[in-house]
């Protein structure tokens, strides 16, 4: 196993066979040396620093009806909520005060954001904040409608691909397309923004072989970032009753990713932190490096309930902000309020 991790640390690429030897074979010992060569690369191209996005949850509103998720359109337990364009400033002047220079908008696909609404939100916080990054994260559009946000001076979109597994993908989401989903990653990275993908791991039915499906994917997309979480189920969805993912596979999947793709912007997610007290340290140490403390309405976060016993639903944001610091420290990193854009990128 060494072997194939030390190819995959000089070459960032294995084949699909040799993935998914690498995924069936490793020791506790070759888990540890795998993690070992990710942070190795980590720290060669971004060092210790960790960057922080600023998350503002700002409806939970959503047409779709994917089985896993807490704000799916048929949950009839949900309390809903949209935030309003003064809502949503107010969270970004409370992030700038705090020195974060990336703000996250993320949301359901909620039909009441019509593209004028998301152009007026993008334009208001460039105009006021013209120093920072605005990441979109508002699911399936057109190309028109992703090109309408772009030019209005959004600069990164986060739409997670799930599973690169089509059979797994369809049982996932009724009433979508696989297909689709591939065009709209495809299509934002032809119009220039900073792309993130991700899956999630621990999913009812998934394998190995999807896991690798998932690997090769990224490679093939080459997103500037990855986002990959734990499977956490939610009492109001199908899934209810199924076994959540674990720290362990989530960590080796981020590890993986890091060495695929070395440039990649990696955050060591808040389901991360969710299922294990230390979880966001542990993939903090396996190559991620960025987090995103939550700058939504205290009153909100609870309601923006995509799985059970999410972590930071109560804290203000300058504690939300402080706790994390102080992790990230305590973990041998640094917290760097710059942009952090990835190295490859810059916009057209």
């Not at 089509?166 to 397309?177: A, D, F, I, R, V």
């Not at 060591?268 to 403390?293: F, H, Q, S, Y």
């Amino acid at each position: 196993m060494k072997e194939l991790i030390d190819k995959l640390y000089k070459q960032n690429n294995l084949n699909r066979e040799e993935l998914l030897k690498l995924l069936e074979g490793m020791s506790k010992e070759d888990v540890d040396y795998l993690i070992s060569k990710a942070h190795e690369t980590r720290m060669k191209h971004y060092g210790n620093k960790v960057y922080p996005r600023g998350l503002i949850e700002f409806t939970n509103y959503c047409k779709n009806n994917c089985v896993y998720c807490g704000i799916r359109g048929l949950n009839k337990n949900a309390d809903r909520y949209r935030l309003s364009l003064e809502e949503i400033l107010s969270a970004c002047e409370e992030g700038n005060r705090l020195g974060y220079k990336t703000f996250v908008l993320q949301g359901g696909e909620d039909t009441f954001f019509t593209d004028d609404k998301i152009v007026e939100i993008i334009k208001e916080i460039k105009n006021r904040f013209p120093d920072t990054a605005v990441t979109l994260s508002i699911g399936e559009k057109s190309y028109e409608s992703y090109k309408r946000y772009y030019d209005a001076g959004a600069d990164r979109y986060l739409l997670r691909h799930e599973t690169a597994t089509k059979e797994l993908y369809e049982k996932l989401h009724p009433g979508m397309s696989f297909e689709n989903r591939r065009r709209c990653l495809r299509d934002l990275k032809d119009i220039g923004y900073q792309v993130g993908a991700g899956f999630m791991v621990g999913l009812p039915g998934q394998s190995n072989e999807d896991y690798v499906n998932d690997l090769l994917f990224l490679k093939e997309l080459e997103p500037e970032m990855v986002g990959i979480g734990p499977f956490i189920p939610q009492k109001d969805t199908p899934l209810a009753n199924e076994s959540r993912g674990t720290v362990e596979t989530t960590v080796i999947m981020l590890a993986i990713v890091r060495l695929l793709l070395p440039e990649v912007l990696l955050p060591a997610t808040t389901a991360l932190g969710t299922i294990d007290p230390l979880g966001r340290e542990k993939g903090l140490k396996a190559g991620a490096n960025v987090v995103m403390p939550n700058l939504s309405p205290t009153e909100v976060r609870k309601k923006y309930a995509l799985y059970d016993g999410k972590i930071c639903t109560g804290d203000e944001a300058a504690e939300c902000r402080m706790c994390i610091e102080g992790r990230i420290k305590r973990a041998g990193f640094v917290l760097e309020m710059s942009r952090g854009d990835n190295k490859l990128w810059r916009r057209r």
